[in-house]
């Protein structure tokens, strides 16, 4: 049912390619990011750096946020990478990091069961019913 709804969720802007006008690091993510609290003091892993759009880091680091339990934060980074890519783009955004992150928990079904599957599952199905709500 899921991918069915991304499906839906995606075709009205099946087809649009985002040029590559940013340099952006394409494997943003929570445990790529150093902090001292609230301060952010490096970020780590760039093997991915190169032309992208950083609208998909926004996009990348609200799902984490989203698993985590931090809608608000999630909100905040959706809402910035709409900025950046506009509607349409984030509709693009938001699906493709919901296949690759769905790939992923197929992939580590092994170590760790449904647990990660559902947990992935549950984080988009929340993003999406805000952004099919606004």
């Given at each position: 049912p899921l991918c069915a709804r991304v499906r839906r969720w995606l075709q009205?802007?099946?087809?649009?390619?985002?040029p590559p006008t940013d340099y952006a690091n394409n494997d943003l993510n929570l445990s790529n990011i150093l902090a001292d609290g609230a301060l952010i003091t490096g970020v780590?892993?760039?093997?991915?750096?190169?032309?992208?759009?950083?609208?998909?880091d926004l996009v990348a680091l609200?799902?984490?946020?989203?698993?985590?339990?931090?809608?608000a934060a999630a909100d905040r980074l959706l809402a910035q990478a709409a900025r950046v890519v506009g509607d349409d783009g984030l509709r693009c955004l938001v699906?493709?990091?919901?296949?690759?992150?769905?790939?992923h928990?197929?992939?580590?079904?092994?170590s760790y069961g449904d647990s990660l599957a559902d947990?992935?599952?549950a984080a988009v199905s929340a993003i999406l019913d805000r952004l099919e709500a606004e």
């Open positions: 009205p802007v099946w087809g649009l390619r985002l780590v892993d760039w093997d991915e750096f190169a032309l992208g759009s950083r609208g998909l609200a799902f984490d946020c989203e698993r985590g339990g931090g809608r699906s493709y990091r919901t296949i690759a992150s769905l790939a928990s197929f992939r580590e079904r092994e947990a992935e599952c």
